[in-house]
Nanobody
Framework: VQLQASGGGLVQPGGSLRLSCAASRSLFNINTMGWYRQAPGKQRELVADITSAGGTNYSDSVKGRFTISRNNAKNTVDLQMNSLKAEDTAVYYC?????????WGQGTLVTVSS
């Protein structure tokens, strides 16, 4: 299973970006889908995830600013990021749990800077 993440880039503080992640082929019954990030010199951390039933979980640092969504028919997971801050700068990775295995995308860089 390959995942392709897109949508990263340079944005000013207070701006918005939308990340998307798509599986390379049709998958049946993906469990949890999520986004993680890793800032320079820091460990990778969970940003948000969403279950197959639509239940969501967010890190405290992004609550109220980020929204995760998924399309089960298209096997995609998106992350809408609003009110971006400099501390949101990181490489963002999507991950899916599929039949008890975790699969990661290649990462997309988000830079928040004026």
């Amino acid at each position: 299973v390959q995942l392709q993440a897109s949508g990263g880039g340079l944005v000013q503080p207070g701006g918005s970006l939308r990340l998307s992640c798509a599986a390379s082929r049709s998958l049946f019954n993906i469990n949890t889908m999520g986004w993680y990030r890793q800032a320079p010199g820091k460990q990778r951390e969970l940003v948000a995830d969403i279950t197959s039933a639509g239940g969501t979980n967010y890190s405290d640092s992004v609550k109220g600013r980020f929204t995760i969504s998924r399309n089960n028919a298209k096997n995609t997971v998106d992350l809408q990021m609003n009110s971006l801050k400099a501390e949101d700068t990181a490489v963002y990775y999507c991950k899916i749990n599929y039949w008890f295995n975790d699969y990661w995308g290649q990462g997309t860089l988000v830079t928040v800077s004026s």
